[in-house]
């Protein structure tokens, strides 16, 4: 019994890479659900939801390894190593990432890392939270009229937002009607929004939603050139997703629509 023990003990394990959505645990796919069911090791990014880690198996190891722009986080390389060594004590790992793994996930460093050292690795996709976003909003990512397609970018390069040519990004979406998903922006709104107006009118519709998916989602509607001043003034943070493109065009005039006539009811 014990040599059985010892040799299973000893074996190689699994890894899966597994994306738990924007936050909502009814939007897990089910073979996310039974990926997490089954993992003895679990590596749980920041933004993945309590509700989401209450499915484990009650004697999974869970392992809290955040990773949130402008917070103290977990370093990739110890994150890494310790994906590595518990596959190589037999543990079936999950780690488990909010959104997609293959979207601003680093799934890819850890893909090679695991790869390098002869594992195999899984990937199950996951409902990123760009998509989360406008859906909660009620509007598409593409429209036959509006939007032809979407480039889907981080607001948080390695170098900051100055490594991101926006002016290029500008151009690109007016020239071709390509709807902007920005990731992780928030902090950098300021440099993205001058530099996206060189290349998009001032009354492009943006809208900034924080948290999707979760019953504490907010979000708020204005236009390119009141992008800084509204998250400051609804005091919007991080996690967020700021879109950009006439894909909102419908909900900017329908959050008009309904100011005027807030105003005029106030007035008498």
């Not at 920041?46 to 392992?63: M, T």
């Not at 019953?215 to 998250?231: D, Y």
Request: charged letters at 15%; one cysteine or more; proline letters at 3%.
């Amino acid at each position: 019994m014990d040599s059985g023990n010892h040799l299973k003990k000893n074996s190689l394990g699994s890894c899966t890479l597994v994306g738990a959505g924007p936050g909502d645990p009814e939007l897990l796919t089910l073979k996310a659900l039974k990926a997490i069911q089954a993992a003895s090791v679990l590596l749980v990014d920041d933004l993945v939801s309590d509700e989401i880690v209450a499915c484990a198996a009650p004697g999974a190891r869970i392992v809290h390894v955040g990773k949130r722009g402008g917070c103290r986080s977990t370093p990739q390389a110890f994150i890494e190593k310790l994906m590595l060594a518990a596959v190589r004590a037999g543990e079936t790992v999950v780690r488990l990432k909010g959104g997609d793994p293959l979207v601003f996930g680093r799934a890819g460093e850890e893909l090679e890392h695991l790869q390098a050292a002869g594992i195999d690795v899984t990937v199950v996709n996951g409902i990123t939270s760009g998509l989360a976003a406008v859906t909660a909003l009620g509007v598409p990512l593409t429209h036959r009229e509006h939007a032809h397609g979407v480039i889907f970018i981080t607001g948080h390069a390695q170098g900051g937002a100055s490594d991101i040519d926006w002016k290029a990004l500008a151009a690109a979406a007016h020239n071709a009607k390509l709807t902007l998903v920005i990731y992780m922006g928030v902090s950098s709104a300021r440099r993205i929004q001058d530099q996206l107006l060189s290349g998009l009118p001032g009354d492009t519709p943006v809208a900034v939603v924080q948290n999707a998916s979760l019953a504490q989602q907010r979000h708020a509607v204005c236009t390119l050139a009141q992008l800084q001043r509204t998250i400051e003034q609804e005091q919007l943070g991080s996690p967020s997703v700021i879109v950009v493109g006439n894909v909102l065009r419908g909900l900017a005039a329908a959050q008009l629509s309904a100011t005027s006539v807030q105003r005029r009811a106030q007035l008498g």
